[in-house]
């Protein structure tokens, strides 16, 4: 079936650089998001986007966030600077609707770990 | 705002053993719910979701029945499986805003052999 497909799955920085991570989502889908899992902890919503603009963000996305998807390419989480708080596993998930109609697909996940 | 509360932190059965997971919502209207299992080192996939008062949602032998007079989205599986321990996440999505799923904490099944 489709997948959400999240390059690299593990990515490793110092405190201080940015980072991108890269989500390929499902060809046809039209809603993206990310949300943040600190190992052994809840999914934590973070951003959704639809038309080239955010839609929603919660308190978590702090101004450091930033998220894109230039010409429905990879739709990208990008953290400029990091902080060692950052690290976690980050998911990217799509949909072709909201609410009612379509349950987001969920990728693999990329670990980051800020050191 | 809206959210979605799991009572059980850890549950451990034995296979065979009948499986309940509380799910209880805070929400204004009719939000979609969902119940999503993540195994260890994956994504979390989707069970099932319902978004009507007493509608069924039901996939691989758990099942769920919305029910709004209760607020609540209870997930149950008759037969466990030891293949069957993950962690199971109630999430809710507010249909009239379309907003994105919020998850609950979150409940680890283990089942023994």
């Known amino acids: 079936g489709p997948k959400v497909l999240q390059i690299p799955s593990h990515q490793i920085i110092d405190m201080g650089q940015m980072v991108t991570l890269n989500c390929d989502p499902v060809?046809?889908?039209?809603?993206f998001y990310w949300y943040k899992q600190i190992l052994g902890q809840q999914m934590e919503f973070l951003v959704n986007?639809?038309?080239?603009?955010?839609?929603?963000k919660s308190k978590l996305f702090k101004d450091q966030f930033s998220v894109e998807r230039p010409d429905g390419s990879y739709f990208t989480l990008k953290i400029q600077p990091t902080a060692l708080e950052d690290s976690a596993v980050y998911f990217c998930?799509?949909?072709?609707?909201?609410?009612?109609?379509?349950?987001?697909?969920f990728g693999e996940g990329t670990r980051l770990s800020v050191l | 705002g809206d959210s979605v509360t799991q009572t059980e932190g850890q549950v451990a059965l034995s296979e065979e053993d009948f499986l309940t997971i509380h799910c209880n919502y805070s929400?204004?209207?009719?939000?979609?719910l969902f119940w999503y299992v993540q195994y260890p080192g994956e994504g979390p996939q989707l069970l099932f979701r319902?978004?009507?008062?007493?509608e069924k949602g039901s996939s691989r032998g758990f099942e769920a029945t919305y029910d709004k007079g209760t607020t609540s989205f209870h997930l149950r599986k008759a037969s466990v499986q030891e293949s069957d321990s993950a962690v199971y996440y109630c999430?809710?999505?507010?249909?009239?805003?379309?907003?994105?799923?919020?998850f609950g904490a979150g409940t680890k099944l283990s089942v023994k052999p």
């Open positions: 986007f639809y038309n080239g603009k955010v839609m929603e």
């Open positions: 319902a978004s009507r008062d007493k």
């Open positions: 929400a204004s209207g009719y939000p979609t």
């Open positions: 060809s046809n889908h039209l809603y």
């Open positions: 998930a799509s949909s072709l609707g909201q609410g009612n109609n379509q349950a987001p697909l």
């Open positions: 999430a809710l999505s507010d249909s009239n805003n379309n907003n994105a799923p919020r």
